[in-house]
């Protein structure tokens, strides 16, 4: 992925790294997991303070079918976007996305940007569809994909169980690329460039 690394500006001026995690991060994400914040690990799939836990997720890295792509600043991760392809089945060309920030460094862009990446990522790796998954009180993040384009899919009842073994309601979210081309491409017709 010869894009990577690279430098990008936050809202505050702030310059930090993108890069994509190798097999030496563990450790660095790691201490990451244990910085966020219980109440913003509650919604997380897994425990993501147990070692044995992140390498088993990104233990095998293999950039087609797991893209994790990290945020850099003063040599701290501060924020980590996935996005997860099956290798086969009817599922292939579906890319599901995870984002998390440190509370120091949201609601400065970041959350964009990472989206951003995501998204040429699944252009150039043949995801027609990519999905979020998020309980239901997650109304900030829920408002922060609507804004990237994301519509609410469906919503299963007490479909899952948090770190405090309560039930909640799982919002299933979706964009589709190619809806997302067609309208970039709507615009550019109709963008006269000849007035500039």
């Not at 009180?137 to 609410?152: D, L, M, T």
């Amino acid at each position: 992925m010869e894009e990577y690394p690279k430098i990008v500006t936050l809202k505050d001026k702030n310059k930090i790294t993108l890069r994509l995690m190798g097999k030496d991060d563990i450790d660095a994400l790691l201490e990451f997991y244990k910085s966020i914040p219980k109440e913003n690990r509650q919604f997380l799939r897994m425990d993501v303070t147990k070692r044995n836990n992140l390498e088993s997720r990104f233990g095998k890295l293999d950039y087609l079918h797991v893209f994790p792509v990290l945020a850099i600043d003063e040599n701290q991760i501060v924020g980590i976007a996935t996005m997860f392809k099956a290798e086969m089945g009817w599922k292939r060309n579906l890319g599901e996305v995870r984002v998390l920030i440190s509370p120091k460094y949201r609601r400065k862009g970041l959350a964009t940007i990472f989206v951003r990446e995501l998204f040429y990522h699944a252009l150039k790796t043949k995801i027609f569809k990519i999905q979020a998954e998020m309980v239901e009180n997650q109304e900030s993040a829920i408002s922060a994909f609507e804004r990237f384009g994301f519509h609410k899919e469906a919503t299963l009842r007490r479909h899952v169980t948090d770190i405090n073994n309560e039930r909640k309601n799982l919002i299933i979210m979706t964009l589709d690329i190619e809806d997302i081309w067609y309208l970039m491409e709507d615009h550019m017709e109709s963008y006269d460039i000849r007035g500039q």
